[in-house]
């Protein structure tokens, strides 16, 4: 879901109130929009010609046009060069009895050597006023000849999307096969043992919660923490029911990547977690989208996480979830220390789908979002996160309702319900009501 579960994250804090949740679903737009106040470098280099060249030394057989002289600008973007490759011509020297030796590009036909983009980074075009460098040609000597230099093109000033980036071929790290058991067309749903009220579920609700669960064919539950009594309480329901768990190190501001909250996350699963009923282990939930952070700094604590997780004897996939949009526009920095691709994809904030037309907006995105990680999409390609509202305000073409959560969890179902964790078993009346009012009428339980 686009937010946050919980702003404090403590693990066996089973009494505890949790009237913190406002954070959760922080953001439900279809296309993510850089965080304000975050400022990032970007370096154009724009050529500027050169004084006119120096007079002609006598008996030189040459004269050359000096090298472009490079100014950069920075402004709070991302950071690009588009410097073509250099030209440095030989120095003349001051004896007039010597002739000087003057560099030959090797072809003056190729393009300049452009870094790629950072991980996830979406290219700026390069302002107009960076236009190719034309140097200023001198009249040759009547009995000299001056060899043309032909400065190298431009760098195109198209808009480019950033090219997925493939993580390193591998074998899986992980137990395939014993992690992932759908029920049919079912597998998975979302679980939150909070009350109306934002407080901690009793041990009775939850058990019944996880049996009804259980009952509806679902053989899997995503937490996205570990608050709440979820290692008293939610873990033990599901070991009586046979369900396995996907597990969730949550990630804001306050529970940062490497941070004592979200340590304290990783220790609980890995000294509470029983190990035979993991399904995946994903650390954040929308963290880029829906929390402004880095996404160089998730990389690194996913890779943390990981080493930890196989160090503790866990088999299980690690990942991490985020919008399609943010999967594009900065998933390859994750490509390399991920097991397997998970995204979330809520149809109804598109606007432009109805509730028939869910199911097939799911697929079409999934797939989408996977080609930036083709090597662990291979391995497994899941949606962590997928609904329709009952109540709220139409979204365009987007209609909330009974009838219409109905439509579309079965339209879902029968696309992706093998892979895809439903959103959600029951309404969160203690968020805040969110785009279109709709942040609070995403149980289905009852209507699936």
């Known amino acids: 879901?686009?937010?946050?579960?919980?702003?404090?994250?403590?693990?066996?804090?089973?009494?505890?109130?949790?009237?913190?949740?406002?954070?959760?679903?922080?953001?439900?737009?279809?296309?993510?929009?850089?965080?304000?106040?975050?400022?990032?470098?970007?370096?154009?280099?724009?050529?500027?010609?050169?004084?006119?060249?120096?007079?002609?030394?006598?008996?030189?057989?040459?004269?050359?046009?000096?090298?472009?002289?490079?100014?950069?600008?920075?402004?709070?973007?991302?950071?690009?060069?588009?410097?073509?490759?250099?030209?440095?011509?030989?120095?003349?020297?001051?004896?007039?009895?010597?002739?000087?030796?003057?560099?030959?590009?090797?072809?003056?036909?190729?393009?300049?050597?452009?870094?790629?983009?950072?991980?996830?980074?979406?290219?700026?075009?390069?302002?107009?006023?960076?236009?190719?460098?034309?140097?200023?040609?001198?009249?040759?000597?009547?009995?000299?000849?001056?060899?043309?230099?032909?400065?190298?093109?431009?760098?195109?000033?198209?808009?480019?999307?950033?090219?997925?980036?493939?993580?390193?071929?591998?074998?899986?790290?992980?137990?395939?096969?014993?992690?992932?058991?759908?029920?049919?067309?079912?597998?998975?749903?979302?679980?939150?043992?909070?009350?109306?009220?934002?407080?901690c579920k009793s041990e009775s609700e939850v058990q019944v919660d996880i049996g009804k669960i259980s009952a509806l064919g679902y053989t899997t539950i995503r937490v996205y923490s570990t608050d709440c009594g979820v290692f008293e309480n939610v873990v033990p329901a599901c070991q009586k029911h046979s369900l396995q768990v996907i597990y969730g190190i949550f990630l804001d501001a306050n529970s940062s990547p490497g941070s004592e909250g979200a340590n304290n996350q990783l220790n609980d699963i890995i000294t509470k977690a029983p190990k035979d009923s993991v399904s995946m282990l994903i650390v954040g939930n929308e963290y880029i989208s829906?929390?402004?952070?880095?996404?160089?700094?998730?990389?690194?604590?996913?890779?943390?996480?990981?080493?930890?997780?196989?160090?503790?004897?866990?088999?299980?996939?690690?990942?991490?979830?985020?919008?399609?949009?943010?999967?594009?526009?900065?998933?390859?920095?994750?490509?390399?220390?991920?097991?397997?691709?998970a995204a979330q994809v809520q149809p109804f904030f598109d606007g432009g789908k109805t509730a028939s037309e869910a199911g097939q907006f799911a697929v079409d995105q999934l797939e989408q979002a996977a080609k930036i990680c083709p090597e662990a999409a291979a391995k497994g390609k899941f949606i962590s996160e997928i609904g329709w509202p009952a109540g709220g305000s139409s979204n365009n073409a987007a209609i909330p309702g009974k009838e219409e959560q109905k439509e579309a969890m079965s339209t879902i179902i029968e696309k992706v319900g093998d892979h895809a964790c439903i959103f959600s078993y029951q309404n969160d009346d203690w968020k805040a009501p969110g785009a279109y009012n709709v942040e609070q009428y995403f149980g289905c339980a009852d209507n699936l």
């Open 1 to 199: 879901m686009k937010g946050a579960i919980v702003a404090a994250l403590v693990g066996s804090a089973v009494a505890a109130s949790h009237k913190a949740h406002a954070g959760f679903h922080l953001r439900r737009n279809p296309g993510y929009v850089a965080e304000e106040g975050v400022c990032k470098t970007v370096t154009t280099t724009v050529y500027v010609t050169a004084s006119p060249p120096p007079p002609t030394v006598p008996e030189t057989s040459v004269v050359v046009a000096p090298s472009p002289v490079p100014e950069t600008t920075t402004s709070c973007t991302e950071e690009v060069q588009t410097t073509p490759a250099a030209y440095t011509p030989a120095p003349v020297p001051s004896s007039t009895s010597e002739k000087p030796v003057v560099p030959v590009p090797s072809s003056s036909s190729e393009k300049p050597v452009v870094p790629s983009s950072p991980a996830g980074y979406v290219p700026q075009a390069p302002p107009s006023s960076s236009a190719a460098y034309v140097p200023v040609k001198p009249s040759p000597e009547p009995s000299k000849e001056v060899p043309s230099y032909h400065p190298a093109p431009p760098a195109s000033s198209s808009h480019v999307a950033p090219k997925p980036k493939p993580s390193k071929p591998s074998a899986p790290s992980y137990g395939s096969g014993s992690w992932n058991k759908p029920n049919g067309n079912k597998w998975a749903i979302t679980y939150t043992p909070y009350t109306a009220g934002g407080d």
């Open 290 to 341: 829906g929390h402004g952070g880095d996404a160089g700094a998730l990389a690194s604590y996913i890779s943390t996480v990981r080493t930890q997780f196989r160090a503790a004897g866990f088999n299980a996939p690690v990942t991490t979830t985020e919008t399609v949009a943010a999967w594009e526009q900065y998933g390859s920095a994750w490509c390399d220390v991920i097991d397997i691709f």
